[in-house]
């Protein structure tokens, strides 16, 4: 579940920034350590895989109800994610590998491209790899605090129907508009269609 999660956290994140920027963004970036293949950019994806996000409507119902407790899973995991964080860039740090290489080697090999084609040295390969062993023992581990936490939260949400509603919000900008409203009301923030008209002065006396 932790791949969807994370992938969820970057969505939701984003789509709090609003408007086009945040669904410019979705695709190019991707979680530390657990990644779906399916989160890779637009452009970045194999022809038969692209989808680009906004474009036509997702065929799946999401009530109200379903929705919130996808949003609640998305911000207690997030929350759970930041106590990792360090550890996660401490990883590579000790492998002396930096993010944005690492996040290239994935890429690439969730492509099927060749490293070597690809321009990636043999020395990167390795400490990619020893990378991605440790990263994937700290995924379990903050897999199951996440886990922990859904549960403590009383959240339910099954892993086959958080799967399907992920996808779904980057299909449909209705669900991303549902989405970012219940994302405003938690912040009381007010809807943008209905922006608070300026008070009105009071006219002077005419003499």
Known sequence: MLKYILSAILAVSLMACGGDDAQDQMGDEQPMGEQAPDQQAPDQQAPDQQAPMGEGEADVDVSDEELQAFFDAAMIAQ????????????????????????SQIYQTIQMGQDPDEAGISSEDMERFESADAKLDELGAEMESAIDQA??????????????EINMAIEQSPELQQRLQQMMMEEEGMPDQGQQPQPEQQPEPDQY
């Not at 994610?81 to 290489?101: F, V």
Request: hydrophobic share 35%; charged share 40%.
């Open 79 to 102: 929350e759970v994610q930041g106590e990792y964080q360090q550890d996660m860039e401490g990883i590579l740090a000790d492998e002396g590998l930096e993010m944005e290489t690492y």
């Open 150 to 163: 859904l549960a403590d939260e009383g959240v339910d949400m099954d892993l086959d129907r958080f799967e």
